[in-house]
């Protein structure tokens, strides 16, 4: 068990579709990252928050957004679904992100499908 | 950006050392270089991060040489249960470049096969 944790872990929806993916990080843990896998990508970086600011970006749509809260939890919100937009979604934490090479704690994962 | 590139599969038997290798020719100056593994529909875990030279922990060791465009992860005898994917992460998330924010890059992955 990571300490991260993700909500929901599955996820089924219609294409034109809006969804929300909640993280809640380790205790401490000031820094959320997103990333998204599917079959044919690989692991994908999408955006990293820290202390609730933005502080890296990856391949992240347009049609894809964060934010995280003062709580320090983040929500990755996921609009217009399109069939490719199917994958696992994992959020990960680390302590400061502030540092070089900080160490990434993975959640499970919210497995999304797009029918 | 630092692009990576690893092989998409090896093969092992149990007992051997196995090595994997990720080149990350445009790795940038602030860059570490971390590895992590991943099982079947589990988030990745991770194993080991280095800067440069060699770095060894409980599960593995890292040799980066000196012009770091390249590392190796090396698992000393490996079990089954280290069949899993493993990937290369090249980047230094606390760093912000001015006007524009630097991206985390994995590398393809490599899946090892460890067999009886």
């Known amino acids: 068990d990571s300490g991260v944790t993700q909500t929901p872990k599955h996820l089924i929806t219609a294409t034109g579709q809006r969804v929300t993916l909640r993280c809640s990080p380790r205790s401490g843990d000031l820094s959320v990252y997103w990333y998204q896998q599917s079959l044919d990508q690989g692991l994908q970086f999408l955006i990293q928050?820290?202390?609730?600011?933005?502080?890296a970006k990856g391949n992240i749509l347009e049609r894809f957004s964060a934010q995280q809260f003062p709580d320090l939890h983040s929500e990755l919100n996921l609009s217009s679904l399109e069939l490719g937009d199917s994958a696992l979604y994992f959020c990960?934490?680390?302590?400061?992100?502030?540092?070089?090479?900080?160490?990434?704690?993975f959640g499970p994962g919210t497995r999304l499908t797009v029918l | 950006l630092a692009k990576t590139t690893q092989p998409i599969s090896m093969d092992s038997y149990e007992g051997q050392e196995v090595n994997i290798t990720c080149s990350h020719n445009?790795?940038?100056?602030?860059?570490?270089i971390t590895w992590y593994q991943q099982f079947p529909s589990q988030g990745p875990r991770f194993i080991i991060q280095?800067?440069?030279t060699k770095v060894t922990n409980e599960v593995a060791s890292l040799f980066i040489p000196a012009d770091r465009k390249s590392s190796t992860l090396s698992l000393p005898r490996v079990s089954l249960s280290d069949t899993a994917v493993y990937y290369c992460l090249v980047g230094d998330p606390s760093r912000i470049s001015s006007g524009s924010a630097r991206q985390l890059t994995f590398g393809s992955g490599t899946q090892l096969t460890v067999l009886p």
């Open positions: 445009n790795i940038a100056t602030n860059d570490y």
């Open positions: 990960a934490s680390s302590l400061t992100g502030t540092e070089g090479g900080d160490e990434q704690f």
């Open positions: 928050y820290y202390n609730g600011e933005e502080r």
């Open positions: 280095g800067y440069k």
